[in-house]
């Protein structure tokens, strides 16, 4: 049932549409000129409405049933994704269309969720279209809440899921096996059974590298992701708008080669592109894809550039009204920008490069390089916060190798069927290609300057940006901007001079203090930035028994939005996953000038640090002691540990308390510090601007007498969504909220981060 706002939301909506729809019909038969801003108007109008009824949560939705443990019932949509462990243990991912669930009594439903459950071996694996039932707890699609990380909510919405659902190694019920055809599951089966071949004839890792190029998917060693992913080329590795491209024009040129008919020509393509699309898998983004891959293709086939900027507008518009959360999505931002700048840009730099007599291939390929990432400049640096510069060097290299590598993939496939022998053969060659890619792409990423950080734009500088390249491409507008500047000299002069002091006068302006809680989940990470960008790093969060690297997925990302390439003290509270389990990847990515552990066994350090006990920056690590102590310009760091604690029954009793104090500014950092060991701080200064709770807001910590002592006018937990420990406990929040004190959580809120000069402070959280 849509709320009293919704409905009223739609009814406006639906008013200014027929009003619009009105005029724009009346001026159409009066052939007024501007009456393409009134069609421009209709369409975004109609998004919002599509985008209102697109975002609209029904009663009957599954994400209503929140953290709550259900029997579920629905059908299963999509092939199970699986996953072997270290033990040997599979993870099955499932997607379910979901139709009922029962607790007290049976209610219906709508919506998919991602259904996860663990498996000693593949026997009993549903199928597309079984009927399943299964006991576990709803919750709702975790992300980590901090800038330029990609969203996978909203692209899990986009496909219509809304929540995971656990069943852990619990049995999964087929209610009804289904003897329906599934084109998706036929798929799939060819698919594996590709695969099968493969590995009889080559490596394991490469048959899973070049599958994943040929179909989608990323099985592949985590150093060659990274490898490709600084020389700028990551995108080769899944199905994108260059793998249709690639095809296109090899179908192309190969029915140039055999004389067939133009149209023949293009309605052949566009039989096998559709043909390849459901190989796929047909999910959603091998469909933009393969749009924007056409559309590329069919834009340069036929060298008329009004009609290929034309096809590209009408199509980012009916995708966009289609789906409007497509803008919010990565791939449509990059797979658009990219084209944008095959149809706009590439022409311009190809005549401009034929000048340089070199040849043609050589030409094409730094044409094509370049016009894709000057358009997608902005994006690329908001979600990787660099450039890659051995770029143009892998795209000249590199990327011919592995396109021919897909070619003989691709007719491997389809030889498969008829000449088994022959495919073993054009396995063996596709094999080797790799392995020539891979160490050409290593040595690459050892080049000085393979990859620059460059700082993400905000809104209005790519803004800026775009409208320059629109400037710049559009000779009419040169024109009236230059003779509109001849024309206003004096207000010209008068606002370039503006423009100047007011860019010195942020330059020089004093920066505040900033204090970054990042959002990792169940542990803790935050990140201190001085005002003349001295950086501080505190615990780095981790994850306990699972294998997700947060230093290089969480950590790094944040710091490097944020422009810090080094840390002037790595500060770890103590040896625990959760608190240190990100440290290895920042130490091995970033300088790090000083390491500061607690009294613990370096034997731990070593472990959760992935170091060998006679690694000098392990060797060279300040334990941190009572009144240890540093300043970093006018900010004073303290540990306010004491020598003879008594009891030390865990990790938690070590933890390091740090009170960092900025003029009459302070906050106090207390890592896990359970309440036995508070109370050899109740004698200290401990009170305190800021407290970092204990231990994520567990009831063994945060006692009373403690509280009162510290008094912070703010309270930050970091804690995770879900978290098995019940953390933060009612007791601590009860305990908080009966002090003058206002509480933040990172798993409410999301990345957390406080200004001050030192006597004022504000705060800003991603979630707002």
């Known amino acids: 049932m849509k709320t009293p706002e919704i409905s009223k939301s739609y009814t406006h909506l639906f008013c200014l549409i027929i009003v619009n729809l009105i005029l724009a019909f009346y001026f159409t038969l009066r052939k007024y000129k501007l009456t393409f801003l009134l069609y421009l108007i209709l369409f975004f109008l109609l998004g919002v409405m599509r985008y209102l009824s697109f975002t609209f949560i029904a009663d009957d939705n599954i994400k209503n049933y929140d953290n709550q443990e259900v029997t579920l019932t629905g059908i299963i949509c999509q092939m199970p994704k699986i996953r072997q462990d270290s033990a040997g243990i599979y993870h099955l991912t499932y997607v379910v269309d979901t139709k009922s669930i029962k607790q007290k009594e049976e209610k219906t439903t709508t919506g998919k969720v991602y259904l996860y459950q663990k498996q000693k071996n593949l026997d009993n694996l549903a199928k597309i279209n079984d009927t399943i039932s299964a006991t576990g707890t709803i919750r709702l699609i975790q992300n980590y809440h901090n800038p330029n990380l990609i969203d996978r909510e909203l692209s899990a919405q986009e496909e219509g899921i809304y929540a995971t659902f656990s069943i852990g190694k619990q049995n999964l019920k087929i209610l009804n096996t289904s003897d329906k055809f599934s084109l998706q599951e036929f798929c799939y089966q060819i698919e594996q059974s590709f695969l099968q071949s493969m590995y009889q004839t080559m490596?394991?890792?490469?048959?899973?590298?070049?599958?994943?190029?040929?179909?989608?998917?990323?099985?592949?060693?985590?150093?060659?992701?990274?490898?490709?992913?600084?020389?700028?080329?990551?995108?080769?590795?899944?199905?994108?708008?260059?793998?249709?491209?690639?095809?296109?024009?090899?179908?192309?040129?190969?029915?140039?080669?055999?004389?067939l008919p133009r149209f023949f020509n293009l309605i052949l393509l566009l039989i096998l592109i559709i043909f390849y699309t459901i190989l796929c898998g047909a999910s959603v983004p091998v469909m933009r894809a393969s749009i924007m891959g056409l559309l590329s293709i069919i834009a340069l086939y036929l060298e008329e550039k009004s009609t290929a900027q034309h096809l590209l507008s009408i199509i980012a518009l009916i995708l966009l009204l289609f789906d409007p959360l497509l803008l919010f999505n990565i791939s449509f931002q990059l797979s658009f920008a990219s084209t944008a700048g095959l149809v706009y840009l590439m022409p311009i730099l190809r005549s401009k490069l034929n000048k340089l007599k070199l040849p043609s291939l050589l030409i094409d390929n730094l044409a094509l390089t370049m016009s894709a990432q000057i358009f997608a400049f902005p994006i690329i640096i908001w979600y990787f916060t660099s450039l890659s510069l051995s770029s143009l060097l892998a795209n000249l290299i590199i990327i011919p190798l592995l396109e021919i590598l897909i070619i003989l993939g691709l007719i491997a496939f389809i030889l498969g069927f008829i000449f088994p022998f022959i495919t073993k053969i054009l396995f063996i060659f596709a094999s080797l290609i790799l392995s020539i890619s891979n160490?050409?792409?290593?040595?690459?990423?050892?080049?000085?300057?393979?990859?620059?950080?460059?700082?993400?734009?905000?809104?209005?500088?790519?803004?800026?940006?775009?409208?320059?390249?629109?400037?710049?491409?559009?000779?009419?507008?040169?024109?009236?901007?230059?003779?509109?500047?001849?024309?206003?000299?004096?207000?010209?002069?008068?606002?370039?001079?503006?423009?100047?002091?007011?860019?010195?006068?942020?330059?020089?302006?004093?920066?505040?203090?900033?204090?970054?809680?990042?959002?990792?989940?169940?542990?803790?990470?935050?990140?201190?930035?001085?005002?003349?960008?001295?950086?501080?790093?505190?615990?780095?969060?981790?994850?306990?028994?699972?294998?997700?690297?947060?230093?290089?997925?969480?950590?790094?990302?944040?710091?490097?939005?944020?422009?810090?390439?080094?840390?002037?003290?790595l500060i770890l509270s103590h040896a625990d996953a959760d608190h240190s389990g990100g440290a290895s990847s920042i130490l091995q990515k970033i300088p790090v000038n000083h390491l500061i552990i607690t009294d613990e066994d370096k034997d731990l350090y070593a472990k959760i640090l992935k170091l060998p006990l006679n690694n000098p920056l392990l060797a060279k690590a300040i334990v941190a002691k009572e009144n240890t102590a540093f300043n970093l310009e006018d900010i004073h760091f303290q540990f306010l540990q004491n020598d003879e604690k008594e009891n030390l029954k865990s990790s938690n009793d070590s933890s390091n308390v740090l009170k960092l104090t900025y003029h009459n500014f302070s906050v106090l950092f207390t890592g896990d510090l359970p309440q036995t060991q508070e109370k050899y701080l109740l004698n200290k200064n401990i009170a305190s601007t800021i407290l970092k709770v204990a231990h994520h807001g567990s009831k063994t910590s945060s006692s009373q007498e403690f509280l009162e002592h510290v008094r912070p006018q703010l309270a930050i937990i970091s804690v995770g969504k879900y978290n098995s420990f019940g953390h933060p406990s009612k007791e601590v929040l009860d305990r908080l909220n009966n002090l003058p004190t206002k509480i933040l959580r990172t798993d409410e809120k999301g990345a957390i981060i406080i200004y001050t000069d030192g006597y004022n402070f504000s705060f800003k959280t991603f979630l707002n």
Do not use: W
């Open 203 to 259: 490596p394991e890792n490469d048959a899973n590298m070049i599958f994943a190029m040929l179909f989608g998917g990323y099985n592949i060693e985590k150093d060659i992701l990274e490898a490709y992913s600084i020389t700028g080329i990551i995108h080769i590795l899944s199905v994108s708008g260059s793998h249709i491209s690639l095809i296109s024009l090899f179908l192309l040129s190969l029915g140039k080669f055999l004389h």
């Open 439 to 569: 160490e050409a792409t290593f040595l690459l990423t050892k080049i000085p300057f393979a990859s620059i950080y460059v700082p993400p734009l905000d809104f209005p500088a790519i803004l800026i940006y775009y409208s320059l390249i629109f400037i710049t491409l559009n000779i009419k507008i040169r024109k009236y901007l230059y003779l509109l500047l001849q024309k206003y000299k004096f207000i010209t002069y008068i606002c370039s001079i503006s423009l100047i002091i007011f860019s010195c006068y942020f330059m020089i302006k004093p920066s505040p203090l900033q204090i970054h809680f990042i959002d990792v989940g169940q542990g803790d990470a935050c990140l201190i930035i001085t005002p003349h960008q001295h950086s501080i790093l505190i615990d780095t969060g981790g994850s306990i028994n699972s294998d997700f690297d947060i230093g290089s997925y969480v950590d790094l990302p944040y710091l490097r939005h944020y422009g810090i390439n080094k840390l002037d003290y």
